[in-house]
T-cell receptor
Framework: SQTIHQWPATLVQPVGSPLSLECTVE??????LYWYRQAAGRGLQLLFY??????ISSEVPQNLSASRPQDRQFILSSKKLLLSDSGFYLC?????????????FGDGTRLSIL | AQSVAQPEDQVNVAEGNPLTVKCTYS??????LFWYVQYPNRGLQFLLK??????LVKGSYGFEAEFNKSQTSFHLKKPSALVSDSALYFC???????????????FGAGTRLAVHP
């Protein structure tokens, strides 16, 4: 069966520091991959999605970036964190290209910026 | 543009009573609709989906949802609520945006369900 892993579970970083969050999926090939941010336990904001290695679509202009160096690995990065980057970051994957299949989520990383 | 609305921030239900969490949508074309549940400090868990076929869709944990095309609604229901059903519920619709984002979902703002003993 397929599984998705995100780490770390929690992270406290000072303003201006770099960031790297990693997400890996097991048990499937060529998944669609997504990064979301959830603020205050409510709505989800899609940050990036990828349909293949090296293919990244950015949804919201910001100081974050994403990379997909391997088929089942998705990385969220920043060179210099802002206070506004605090939040709950969720990685997700889905199969297929027609949007028929649901997205499956990891357990997230809670990021606090001091 | 596609959109989904969850008109209630919170729904309160007594344990054992039926529950309904409301969702309405606006899409161009056929809607692909999904319900998810989120427990504290966890990711979203998929409950059920409507793609085509029967208007009543059954999902995980005894939940079901009714697709109503004329009312553009996809309400989540359960005949008998449990305290353990207390969580945050999200409705989502597939994005048919001009960028061809067939793999993207548009999520509602979420509804917090509180089931009281």
């Amino acid at each position: 069966s397929q599984t998705i892993h995100q780490w770390p579970a929690t992270l406290v970083q000072p303003v201006g520091s770099p960031l790297s969050l990693e997400c890996t999926v097991e048990g499937t090939s060529n998944p669609n991959l997504y990064w979301y941010r959830q603020a205050a336990g409510r709505g989800l904001q899609l940050l990036f999605y990828s349909v293949g290695i090296g293919q990244i679509s950015s949804e919201v202009p910001q100081n974050l970036s994403a990379s997909r160096p391997q088929d089942r690995q998705f990385i969220l990065s920043s060179k210099k964190l802002l206070l506004s980057d605090s939040g709950f970051y969720l990685c997700a994957w889905s199969e297929g290209q027609g949007g028929l299949e649901p997205q499956h989520f990891g357990d997230g990383t809670r990021l606090s910026i001091l | 543009a596609q959109s989904v609305a969850q008109p209630e921030d919170q729904v309160n239900v007594a344990e054992g009573n039926p529950l309904t969490v409301k969702c309405t949508y606006s899409v161009s074309g056929n809607p692909y609709l999904f319900w998810y549940v989120q427990y504290p400090n966890r990711g979203l868990q998929f409950l059920l989906k409507y793609i085509t076929g029967d208007n009543l869709v059954k999902g995980s944990y005894g939940f079901e949802a009714e697709f109503n095309k004329s009312q553009t609604s996809f309400h989540l229901k359960k005949p008998s609520a449990l305290v353990s059903d207390s969580a945050l519920y999200f409705c989502a619709v597939r994005d048919f945006g001009p960028s061809g984002g067939y793999n993207k979902l548009i999520f509602g703002a979420g509804t917090r369900l509180a089931v009281h003993p």
